[in-house]
């Protein structure tokens, strides 16, 4: 055996005892809670802790059938089975939501997944880490208050990633804007309204106690977002005097970035939006940070993957899982956001559709449930179709935004 080789197997060997989980949104403590829960040694660590965002916070039917605490617990939420959609030249029109979603505020779903993981035996250190630094076959962690050391790296800092050595690489192309405001009123349903040439769209969430009214959009500056969006409550009779108003960014990679998508490292993995983890489409990160944090949990907790296999016994699962999903987002998001279709716009037709069509109005429930995969989107439109002239109409439309069924 050469010289060294002895020590760089014992290295290769060894387990991993100690997890650093490193952001504490929804995918670090899920990740946290799943860790602690089977004994590792772990320490989440973010200078905020839970904290609020402009984003709808709807959980879908996927995320807390797959998850059912998200929906057994004391925290509150709404549970919403009604949407209107909206599109100019197409008119509102209203869609029951037969698999309701739950709406929490960020904030009061972020502490309570972060006093699950506490509870699980979970370490939380409220402090910012200002450096990483790979020694050996472990991490040093820099703090204000010292160095916490830790066999592997869960990297879950979020899309505005400080640590740029560790998470996906992007480029501002691979990004959108998400802002909004809190707004102290209330309604019983979900408005989205899709708005000439935007990628993106405006949404009204009720949650308990305000509505979130916000707008994302990709291609845009924030600036001209925040005034789309005021022209839009404008118009609704929505007043954002005295309301909060956040801001916020989210990854929306570009095709070309999921091929080379920076999932994990040597001794580390990034889950939900720090490893680009977020449909293309709807801008839904929630249900994937929590599964990616998941996933992630179980190739480290998982003793047949050596710490040095885990990274890539990572990316293998999370593209088996969903990551190629999120692919096929990206190569239909614009023309499904700023198309046209028979001398209209994608997004009114899509409007007139659900109007029209209960085959379509299915689908689209589907989408809100976030059961229905960009994989099999186009093949379920072809299966169904049944020789009437709507949906010939509406098999060719899809043909025309949708990339050809995977024969594979």
Not at 31 to 46: F, K, N, P, W
Not at 160 to 187: C, F, H, I, K
Not at 212 to 234: D, F, N, P, T, W
Not at 360 to 385: K, P
Request: with cysteine.
């Amino acid at each position: 055996m050469p010289r060294g080789a002895g020590s760089v197997l014992r290295e290769f060997n060894k387990k991993v005892k100690k997890v650093a989980i490193l952001g504490g949104g929804p995918a670090g403590a899920i990740a946290a809670e799943r860790l602690a829960q089977s004994g590792l040694h772990t320490v989440l660590i973010d200078e905020k802790l839970a904290w609020e965002k402009p984003c709808g916070g709807g959980i879908t039917y996927k995320a807390y059938s797959q998850y059912p605490f998200l929906l057994d617990n004391d925290t509150p939420k709404r549970m919403v089975s009604e949407t209107y959609l909206s599109a100019p030249n197409a008119g509102r029109v209203k869609m029951a939501l037969t698999r309701p979603m739950a709406i929490y505020s960020r904030f009061d779903l972020n502490h309570m997944l972060l006093d699950r993981a506490e509870k699980a035996g979970a370490q939380l250190e409220k402090v910012r880490v200002s450096e990483i630094l790979r020694q050996g076959c472990g991490w040093a962690l820099r703090t204000r208050h010292g160095v916490i050391d830790a066999d592997f790296c869960v990297v879950a800092t979020g899309a505005r990633n400080p640590l740029r050595e560790v998470g996906t690489a992007w480029t501002s192309s691979d990004t959108m804007y998400a802002l909004g405001y809190y707004v102290p009123s209330n309604q019983y349903h979900i408005d989205i309204q899709f708005l000439s040439r935007l990628e993106g769209y405006v949404w009204v969430f009720p949650r308990c106690g305000h509505l979130s009214v916000g707008i994302c959009g990709k291609g845009e500056s924030a600036q001209s977002l925040r005034a789309r969006l005021e022209h839009y409550m404008r118009e609704h009779e929505i007043s954002w005097k005295g309301a909060q108003f956040y801001a916020h960014m989210l990854p929306a990679l570009e095709p070309r970035s999921w091929k080379g998508n920076r999932l994990s490292g040597d001794g580390w993995m990034a889950v939900g939006d720090a490893g680009g983890l977020v449909d293309p489409i709807t801008g839904e990160g929630l249900y994937y940070a929590m599964r990616s944090a998941d996933l992630a949990s179980q190739i480290l907790l998982d003793d047949a993957h050596a710490p040095h296999v885990k990274p890539a016994a990572y990316r293998s699962v999370i593209e088996h899982d969903f990551a190629k999903d999120l692919y096929l987002g990206s190569l239909i998001a614009r023309r499904l956001f700023t198309g046209n279709f028979l001398l209209g716009s994608v997004p009114a037709r899509m409007v007139q559709f659900v109007r029209r069509s209960p085959r379509f109005r299915e689908l689209m429930q589907d989408i809100f449930a976030g059961t229905q995969t960009y994989e099999d989107l186009s093949g379920r439109l072809l299966r169904n179709l049944n020789g009437t002239l709507q949906e010939v109409l509406m098999s060719f439309f899809f043909r025309r935004i949708l990339p050809e069924p995977s024969k594979s």
